[in-house]
C-alpha cells in the first residue's frame, strides 16, 4: 500500500519528546564543565532511556500489506541474534489485529528513511520502540477501517478489524484487498493503545520468527549475499597496530591465476580475483615489509590505565565520602580490581559486498550501524548520501564489534576501482588483529565500615580508556573536554547503587594506543566485577551473608530502584535455594546489577576440578520492566550467562611489541559445550513498560564467579580471567 502527495501529516512530536534530554547549547557551555553538573550528567547516562531516532514515523514506510495478506515490517533495528524481530512482530500482531505468523519482518534500507541514527546496542531496540511500532500500527490498522468506511458507505465505528479482515454487518474485507483497492489515503490520530490486559501476545513466550530459516540454513547473511558478476577481494591488513607499508612487491600476486586486479592506493594494499581463493592465494604472495612505530608492551597498558593517571573526572558524590576515607586509613578497608582487554570473537566476520556505480553505490553488509556505514562511504567516495544504500542482512553476532569499524568503506573503494561488484571479507586473524577491543580497566575501592557492620562511607576509582565517546563526538574536542571523561559507554556502572550516606566515584579517563571500542556490556561489566567483588569481600569481613549484607542496604523506600532491587535479591535467594545447607565441595557466590533500570542478579555454585573452576550452576533472576517475550528474554540471559563464563574465566587479549600476540581461536580459548552448567532464569516484571535484556544479564557472572571462589577458598580473586595460580 502507499499514500499520495495529499496524505495528512502524521505527527512525530510525541515521538521525538519521548525519553529525550535536550541540553542546550549555552547549557552545556555555561554548565556541563563544572563538577555538579558532570554528576548529574553521569547519572542520567546510567538510567538513561534513549528514544528512537527514526525520520519517518508514517505507517505506510514502516508496513507493507502483501498480496497474500501478510504484512511486512520494515525494522529499522538490526536482528543480530538477540532475537528483536520476533518482539518487534508480537507488538505489531497486537495492534494490527492479525496473528504473529501473518507479520514478517526484514531490515528496512537506508534509503527507507526508517534506519535508526542511533543504531543498534545498548540493549536499547525493544525498549525504545515498544510504544512507536504499537503507534504506528495502531494508526496504519485505523488507515484501513478509514478505507472501508469510505467504500462500504458507514460509520468508521461500525468496521472490526480481526485476524487481517475487516466487517461491519454482513461485509467483510481483507487488508490485501483493501490495500489493493485504495488509491487515495487518510492518515487518522494515532488511536488509543491497548491496554495490557488486553494482550494477546506480548507477556507470553513465542517462538522466535527466523528459528526455521536459521536451523534450516537458508537464512542469509552478508557471506550469503551476492550481486551479478561479483568479484572477490582479499585485503592486505598489518598485523601490526599503527603499522604502515615500508617496502611492497606485488608482481608475484599479478601472476596468480584468477587474479585480476592488484590495488595499491596508499595503504589500500586489495588482491581482486573471480573467486575468493584465488584472492587469498595470491594476496600471501605479497611480498611485504612493515613500520612498526607503535611497539607497546602489555606492562604499558598496564601502567597507563592505573587510577591516578589521566583526567579525574567525578561522577558521584554524597556525603563526606572522600573526607571519611582520608580521614580513617587505618580502619579503611582497600582493594584493587583489573580486567584485562578482550576481542569480541563473533560467529561471523566482518563482511561487505560493494557495488559502486558511477553517482551511487549499494553496499550489502552485516553492520549494527547502516546509517553510519552509509555516511562513511559516501565521505570516501564523495558522494551524496541519499545516493548510498545499505541493505542489512542478518547479523552473525554483534557485540559491539560492528557497531564502529568494519571493511565496507574499502569494499566501496576497490568496487570503484575494478568497476564491479565485490564481495570483502575478513579471515580470523585479521579480525584478531586488526579490529578494536575491549579495554583494560583498573579499579580502587575503599569502605569504611561502622561499628554495626555497616558501610559508613565507600569510593571507587575506576581507570579506563574511553570506548566510544570520542567517535560519538566525532572530534567535537569541546563537548569531549567539558564532558571530561566517557562515563556514557566505559564509566557505564561505575557508581555504587546502595543506599550508603557516603559514596563518591570518579572515572580516570587515559588514553592508550590501541584501537578501543564498545562490548557488550560496556564500562557495566567491569565496574560490576569490581564493585560486586569487593562488596563479597566486605560481606565476608563483618562476618555476614552476601544477600542479607545488600538487602540491608537497598532500604530506601522511596527509591524505585533500590525497591526493584531488594525484590530481585529476596527472589534470588529463593530460587535458588541459598540457605539450604551445601557441600564443602561447592563454593556459591552472588552479584547484581542495575543496568539502565534492568536489575539483573546471579547466584553461582562452582567446584575446583583438578585445579580448575568449574561453574556448577547458574541461578538468574532479572527484573525487565514489562516483559514482551519471556522465552526471548530466557534466551538472552542464557546467551549472556556463557558469555560471563567466557570472560570471567577463559578471555584475555595481550600486546607484545605493537601487535595483538593472538590471531586465532587456538591462542584465545572460550567458553566451551563442556562448560555450560546447569542454568535457572527467573522473570520480574517491576514496571510497565520493557527496559534492556541484551547486555544487563552478563555483569553479575564475573563478580559472583569470584564470590563463590571466595567463599569456597578463602581467597580473593581480583583481576579477570579468574585463575587459581
Same mark, same amino acid.
Given at each position: ?21 535536550? &541540553?542546550?547549547?549555552?547549557v ?27 525520520s ?56 527507507? @528513511? ?12 525493544? +525498549?525504545s ?18 478505507? +472501508? ?35 487515495? $489515503? ?11 490486559? +488486553? ?51 606485488t ?14 592506493? @596508499?595503504?589500500? %594494499?586489495?588482491? %581482486? ?11 600471501? *604472495?605479497?611480498?611485504?615489509? $612493515? ?15 592505573? %587510577? ?70 559516501a565521505?570516501?567516495?564523495? &558522494?551524496? *548520501? ?9 547479523? @552473525? ?7 564502529t569499524?568494519?571493511?565496507f ?13 565485490? *564481495? ?14 575491549? #579495554? ?10 561502622d ?17 566510544? &565517546? ?53 564500562g557495566?561489566?567491569p ?7 569487593f ?25 524505585k ?54 561453574v ?8 525487565v ?14 546467551? +549472556? ?9 577463559h ?25 555450560? #552448567? ?33 567463599? &569456597?577458598? @578463602? ?11
Amino acid at each position: 500500500m502507499s499514500t499520495d502527495t495529499n496524505k495528512k501529516a502524521f505527527s512525530r512530536r510525541k515521538f521525538l519528546q519521548r525519553g529525550a534530554i535536550v &541540553l542546550g547549547g549555552s547549557v552545556v557551555a555555561s554548565y556541563l564543565g563544572c563538577s555538579p553538573m558532570r554528576r548529574f550528567t553521569a547519572q542520567k547516562a546510567e538510567n538513561m532511556d534513549l528514544p528512537a531516532s527514526i525520520s519517518s514515523f508514517q505507517p505506510d514506510f514502516w508496513f507493507e500489506v502483501l498480496a497474500d495478506n501478510t504484512i511486512l515490517l520494515k525494522s529499522p533495528k538490526i536482528e543480530m541474534g538477540q532475537g528483536i524481530w520476533t518482539g518487534f512482530a508480537m507488538l505489531a500482531a497486537e495492534e494490527l489485529e492479525v496473528p504473529i505468523e501473518q507479520i514478517k519482518v526484514e531490515h528496512a534500507s537506508t534509503s527507507s @528513511g526508517l534506519i535508526d541514527n542511533i543504531n543498534t546496542g545498548g540493549s536499547t531496540s525493544t +525498549a525504545s520502540l515498544y510504544e512507536p511500532i504499537r503507534e504506528v500500527a495502531a494508526t496504519m490498522r485505523e488507515m484501513l477501517k478509514v478505507a +472501508a468506511s469510505k467504500q462500504w458507505g458507514v460509520a468508521i465505528g461500525t468496521i472490526k478489524a480481526e485476524n487481517g479482515v475487516l466487517s461491519s454487518g454482513n461485509k467483510k474485507i481483507t487488508y490485501a484487498e483493501i490495500a489493493s483497492s485504495t488509491k487515495e $489515503w487518510d492518515i487518522p490520530k494515532t488511536p488509543a493503545l491497548k491496554p495490557k490486559s +488486553a494482550f494477546k501476545y506480548v507477556g507470553k513466550s513465542v517462538k522466535r520468527i527466523d528459528l526455521k530459516p536459521k536451523v534450516m540454513g537458508t537464512a542469509k547473511y552478508t557471506m550469503d549475499s551476492e550481486l551479478p558478476d561479483m568479484l572477490y577481494a582479499v585485503l592486505l591488513q598489518s598485523p601490526y597496530i599503527d603499522g604502515t607499508i615500508k617496502t611492497i612487491d606485488t608482481s608475484e600476486a599479478a601472476k596468480s591465476s584468477g587474479v585480476i586486479k592488484i590495488i595499491h592506493e @596508499g595503504e589500500l %594494499v586489495a588482491v %581482486v580475483a573471480k573467486t575468493f581463493y584465488a584472492a587469498d592465494s595470491a594476496v600471501k *604472495k605479497i611480498n611485504v615489509s $612493515w613500520n612498526t612505530p607503535n611497539k607497546t608492551q602489555q606492562a604499558d597498558l598496564i601502567k597507563l590505565v592505573t %587510577v591516578g593517571n589521566g583526567k579525574e573526572v567525578n561522577v558521584q558524590k554524597e556525603g563526606k565520602a572522600r573526607s571519611i576515607i582520608e580521614d580513617n586509613q587505618a580502619e579503611v578497608f582497600k582493594q584493587e580490581y583489573r580486567t584485562p582487554m578482550a576481542t569480541h570473537a563473533q560467529m561471523e566476520v566482518n563482511a561487505a559486498i560493494a557495488h559502486v556505480e558511477a553517482d551511487k553505490a549499494t553496499i550489502i553488509v552485516g553492520t549494527q550501524g547502516p546509517s553510519q556505514v552509509r555516511d562513511m562511504v559516501a565521505k570516501a567516495l564523495k &558522494l551524496k *548520501k541519499d545516493n548510498i544504500d545499505v541493505h542489512t542482512p542478518l547479523v @552473525g553476532g554483534g557485540f559491539g564489534r560492528k557497531a564502529t569499524k568494519g571493511n565496507f568503506v574499502e569494499a566501496a573503494l576497490i568496487s570503484k576501482a575494478v568497476g564491479k561488484p565485490v *564481495k570483502l571479507f575478513n579471515s580470523r586473524q585479521q579480525e584478531f588483529q586488526n579490529g578494536v577491543y575491549r #579495554p583494560n580497566t583498573h579499579h580502587v575501592l575503599q569502605a569504611k565500615i561502622d561499628k554495626n557492620g555497616q558501610i559508613e562511607a565507600i569510593t571507587h576509582d575506576q581507570a579506563t580508556p574511553d570506548m566510544i &565517546l570520542k567517535t560519538l563526538l566525532n572530534g567535537n574536542d569541546i563537548v569531549l573536554k567539558l564532558l571530561g571523561s566517557d562515563f556514557i559507554s566505559a564509566g557505564h556502572g561505575a557508581s555504587i547503587m546502595y543506599n550508603v550516606p557516603n559514596k563518591a566515584t570518579s572515572v580516570w579517563n587515559t588514553d592508550v594506543p590501541v584501537p578501543i571500542s564498545i562490548w557488550r556490556a560496556v564500562g557495566m561489566f567491569p565496574n560490576t566485577f569490581a564493585i560486586e567483588s569487593f562488596i563479597n569481600e566486605l560481606a565476608k569481613k563483618v562476618g555476614k551473608d552476601p544477600i542479607t549484607f545488600r538487602t540491608d542496604m537497598l532500604h530506601d523506600k522511596e527509591d524505585k530502584i533500590a525497591q526493584r532491587s531488594k525484590k530481585v535479591l529476596e527472589t534470588l535467594a529463593e530460587k535458588s535455594a541459598w540457605k539450604n545447607q551445601k557441600t564443602e565441595s561447592v563454593g556459591r557466590g552472588i552479584a547484581i546489577a542495575n543496568d539502565r533500570k534492568t536489575i539483573a542478579a546471579a547466584a553461582i555454585e562452582i567446584e575446583i576440578l583438578e585445579d580448575k573452576i568449574k561453574v556448577k550452576k547458574v541461578t538468574h533472576v532479572m527484573d525487565v520492566g514489562q516483559s514482551i517475550n519471556p522465552e526471548g528474554i530466557k534466551q538472552q540471559v542464557e546467551s +549472556a550467562i556463557m558469555m560471563g563464563i567466557s570472560a570471567a574465566l577463559h578471555e584475555e587479549l595481550t600486546v607484545k611489541d605493537g601487535q595483538i600476540e593472538q590471531g586465532f581461536f587456538s591462542q584465545y580459548p572460550l567458553a566451551m559445550l563442556t562448560d555450560v #552448567p546447569e542454568i535457572q532464569v527467573f522473570i520480574l516484571e517491576g514496571d510497565d513498560i520493557p527496559y534492556g535484556v541484551g547486555e544487563p544479564p552478563l555483569s553479575p557472572i564475573a563478580p559472583a564467579i569470584a564470590g563463590a571462589i571466595l567463599d &569456597l577458598t @578463602g581467597k580473593a580473586l581480583r583481576s579477570l580471567p579468574l585463575r587459581l595460580s
